[in-house]
């Protein structure tokens, strides 16, 4: 009998000692978990806070140097604060990762042991107490224990909610990714002839067989409701376009499923009036959504003939928009827009030189607000610029008459011009290793090298050709050959090293407006008609294959995984495979 009382007392014993360790746990848990809580609180409030303070702060600095000729150590200074600010962004963002796994580990031990004292609790034996006082003590006890869970619990949960607002929508991390990183970049397509603006895919297994007769190799069609002459952009699943009617006012971007063809959403752009209340007229040939925009996996931003800029989310809802104005353009308006981290940046270019209208302009790609803005010797032009890395710099090359300028697309500081081209100037340039190249219709196609600084005319022209000179599209190369293709057909073949000509050759009845591309060891040329054009990337011409969809092609076609897009005046196709 004494045994078994021993053994009872040692059991009740045991329980006390773990129900006194689960209690002790939770607390201790409740505890960390919320010193976590407020700790994350202090960290949001500062990025809310204090870092949009001193980066609103950061971009008055660079709209002042834009309006100032600034010395390069006010430059260095503004680049020293904006690495600094960066710096102390991702650290806050860091530290809000750390401390939202903390917070739901220290959540997940809380709510573990509290149950398990609970657990314990109901094993511990109890004195003799009458039967109401217990009763009464108990419930009193049990109050008193939710009322504190709930209150740690519920401050926690508000801490975590808060310290991850924001962060995850359409699979994409906003708070963590301001921009997007250049392997995302390279993966899509998200500006005029993709990344840097070059016309080359990253990827090489793209379709080369299909026909529109039969729908072999075409995986959709869809129609457009309004026409443009703007190429597709591709981010993810999504694809996006721009169309205007000139008749009715009406301004749209539209979304597509990139695996479907679905029309997803469209998006409305507010019309805009010239100087004297009348609607905007342009060239048919040009149009008023020959702009292509630009996309940063977060937003899609539009830019149209009025001089309107509009950003939407990938919901199809408006974030911002920016009345440029109506730009005085011969044609008409057609610069696609450029991209450089968060800045959404525009070639605006109008008038004559004489005038002093034209500039390019970067806009926060968050507000819409202008980050800096940078007065330009030109007049009119209708190429589009492009941002390209050069060695460990990133540039931002423009061309219009005469100039071809290379910018700082962080601060929008001049870094180098060369004066070597004239008249109306529609191709865009590309970079390709260590030279920019540029085109002046019908005369020359001129390869400059980088690095130099103020007006490189005479030092930094490596060399020229005169030959047989597009006025529509823009040349591509792959670093060792470079290409350019007339309107009416001839493409030519130059070595990148020294200009030599290596080969031309002339597609017979065919008119081209969109530029060629290069997918591995292949050219892709699109014609007027639909025709592609597939060739070898070499030193000497050989056509592998034609294939054809049905429609008219003015734009340049965007290249995925696998995939094809071209648009036609009507429809957007697939070329592919479904996934």
Same mark, same amino acid.
């Given at each position: 009998?004494?045994?078994?009382?021993?053994?009872?007392?040692?059991?009740?014993? =045991?329980?006390?000692?773990?129900?006194?360790? !689960?209690? &002790?746990?939770?607390? /201790? *848990?409740? #505890?960390?978990?919320?010193? $976590?809580a407020?700790?994350?609180?202090?960290?949001?409030?500062?990025?809310?806070?204090?870092?949009?303070?001193?980066e609103?702060?950061?971009?008055?600095?660079?709209?002042?140097?834009t309006?100032?000729?600034?010395d390069?150590?006010?430059?260095?200074?503004?680049?020293?604060?904006?690495?600094?600010?960066?710096r102390?962004?991702?650290?806050?963002?860091?530290?809000?990762?750390?401390?939202?796994?903390?917070?739901?580990?220290?959540?997940?031990?809380?709510?573990?042991?509290?149950?398990?004292?609970?657990?314990?609790?109901?094993?511990?034996?109890?004195?003799?107490?009458?039967?109401?006082q217990?009763? =009464?003590?108990m419930?009193?006890?049990?109050? !008193?224990? &939710?009322?504190?869970? /709930? *209150?740690? #619990?519920?401050?926690?949960? $508000?801490?975590?909610?808060?310290?991850?607002k924001?962060?995850?929508?359409?699979g994409?991390?906003?708070?963590v990714?301001p921009?997007?990183?250049?392997?995302?970049?390279?993966?899509?397509?998200?500006?005029?002839?993709?990344?840097?603006?070059?016309?080359?895919?990253?990827?090489?297994?793209?379709p080369?067989?299909?026909?529109?007769?039969?729908?072999?190799?075409?995986?959709?069609?869809?129609?457009i409701?309004l026409?443009?002459?703007?190429?597709?952009?591709l981010?993810?699943?999504?694809?996006?376009?721009?169309?205007?009617?000139?008749?009715?006012?009406v301004?749209?971007?539209y979304?597509?499923?990139?695996?479907?063809?679905?029309?997803?959403?469209?998006?409305?752009v507010?019309?805009?009036?010239?100087t004297?209340?009348?609607?905007?007229?342009?060239?048919?040939?040009?149009g008023?959504?020959?702009c292509?925009?630009?996309?940063?996996?977060r937003?899609?931003?539009a830019?149209?003939?009025?001089?309107?800029?509009?950003?939407?989310?990938?919901?199809?809802?408006?974030?911002?928009?920016?009345?440029?104005?109506?730009?005085?353009?011969?044609?008409?308006y057609?610069?696609?827009?450029?991209?450089?981290?968060?800045k959404?940046?525009?070639?605006?270019?109008?008038?004559?030189?004489?005038?002093?209208?034209?500039?390019?302009?970067?806009?926060?790609?968050?507000?819409?607000?202008?980050?800096?803005?940078?007065?330009r010797?030109?007049?009119?032009?209708?190429?589009?610029?492009?941002?390209?890395?050069?060695?460990?710099?990133?540039?931002?090359?423009?061309?219009?008459?005469?100039?071809?300028?290379?910018?700082?697309?962080?601060t929008g500081a001049?870094?180098?011009?060369?004066?070597?081209?004239?008249?109306?100037?529609?191709?865009s340039?590309?970079?390709?290793?260590?030279?920019?190249?540029?085109?002046e219709p019908?005369?020359?196609?001129?390869?400059?090298?980088?690095?130099?600084?103020?007006?490189?005319?005479?030092?930094?022209?490596?060399?020229?050709?005169?030959?047989?000179?597009p006025?529509?599209?823009?040349?591509?190369?792959?670093?060792?050959?470079?290409?350019?293709?007339?309107?009416?057909?001839l493409?030519?073949?130059?070595n990148?090293?020294d200009?030599?000509?290596?080969?031309?050759?002339?597609?017979?009845?065919?008119?081209?407006?969109?530029?060629?591309?290069?997918?591995?060891?292949?050219?892709?040329?699109?014609?007027?008609?639909?025709?592609?054009?597939?060739?070898?990337a070499?030193?000497e011409?050989?056509?592998?294959t034609?294939?054809?969809?049905?429609g008219?092609?003015?734009?340049?076609?965007?290249?995925?995984?696998g995939?094809i897009?071209?648009r036609?005046?009507?429809?957007?196709?697939?070329?592919?495979?479904?996934?």
């Amino acid at each position: 009998m004494l045994d078994f009382v021993n053994s009872q007392n040692i059991d009740a014993n =045991t329980v006390q000692q773990r129900h006194r360790t !689960a209690v &002790r746990t939770a607390f /201790v *848990a409740g #505890v960390f978990s919320f010193i $976590v809580a407020v700790l994350l609180f202090a960290n949001a409030y500062r990025m809310k806070v204090t870092d949009i303070r001193d980066e609103d702060a950061l971009a008055e600095m660079k709209l002042q140097v834009t309006r100032q000729n600034a010395d390069n150590a006010v430059l260095e200074e503004i680049r020293q604060i904006d690495t600094d600010n960066r710096r102390n962004r991702f650290r806050h963002l860091e530290r809000s990762h750390k401390g939202s796994r903390l917070l739901l580990g220290g959540l997940i031990v809380f709510f573990a042991t509290l149950k398990w004292a609970h657990t314990l609790k109901k094993k511990l034996p109890h004195p003799q107490l009458a039967h109401n006082q217990q009763e =009464t003590q108990m419930r009193q006890a049990a109050l !008193a224990q &939710r009322a504190v869970t /709930v *209150a740690v #619990v519920g401050f926690c949960l $508000v801490s975590l909610a808060f310290a991850l607002k924001r962060e995850i929508k359409h699979g994409v991390d906003e708070v963590v990714s301001p921009y997007p990183t250049m392997e995302e970049v390279y993966q899509n397509w998200p500006a005029f002839r993709g990344p840097e603006g070059a016309g080359v895919s990253a990827y090489t297994n793209i379709p080369d067989k299909w026909d529109a007769e039969s729908g072999q190799g075409i995986l959709w069609k869809t129609p457009i409701p309004l026409e443009g002459h703007n190429s597709p952009l591709l981010w993810g699943d999504r694809i996006f376009l721009t169309g205007a009617d000139a008749k009715k006012y009406v301004y749209n971007i539209y979304c597509f499923d990139a695996d479907s063809g679905k029309l997803l959403w469209t998006g409305d752009v507010p019309n805009a009036l010239n100087t004297d209340g009348e609607p905007l007229e342009v060239m048919e040939d040009t149009g008023l959504a020959a702009c292509t925009g630009v996309t940063d996996g977060r937003r899609v931003y539009a830019l149209f003939a009025t001089g309107n800029v509009a950003a939407f989310d990938y919901d199809g809802n408006r974030v911002w928009l920016r009345k440029l104005g109506v730009p005085d353009s011969v044609y008409g308006y057609s610069s696609s827009l450029a991209m450089y981290q968060d800045k959404v940046i525009v070639q605006f270019d109008q008038a004559t030189s004489d005038d002093g209208l034209s500039k390019v302009i970067a806009l926060d790609s968050f507000t819409g607000r202008t980050v800096w803005e940078t007065k330009r010797p030109v007049g009119n032009s209708w190429s589009s610029p492009i941002v390209a890395k050069v060695q460990d710099n990133w540039r931002l090359f423009t061309t219009a008459d005469p100039w071809v300028i290379a910018y700082d697309p962080a601060t929008g500081a001049e870094i180098w011009r060369a004066e070597c081209i004239m008249g109306d100037i529609a191709p865009s340039p590309i970079y390709a290793n260590g030279f920019v190249f540029a085109v002046e219709p019908y005369s020359r196609f001129v390869a400059i090298r980088t690095g130099g600084k103020g007006n490189v005319t005479e030092t930094h022209l490596a060399w020229f050709t005169e030959d047989d000179i597009p006025d529509i599209c823009s040349p591509v190369s792959n670093g060792k050959l470079a290409w350019i293709l007339t309107t009416d057909g001839l493409l030519t073949c130059y070595n990148v090293a020294d200009g030599k000509k290596m080969y031309d050759h002339e597609f017979e009845r065919a008119i081209f407006n969109a530029s060629p591309s290069i997918v591995g060891d292949k050219l892709y040329l699109l014609n007027l008609k639909g025709v592609m054009h597939i060739v070898e990337a070499a030193a000497e011409f050989k056509e592998i294959t034609t294939c054809k969809i049905d429609g008219k092609c003015f734009a340049s076609p965007a290249f995925a995984d696998g995939r094809i897009y071209i648009r036609t005046t009507k429809d957007i196709f697939c070329i592919g495979s479904a996934k």
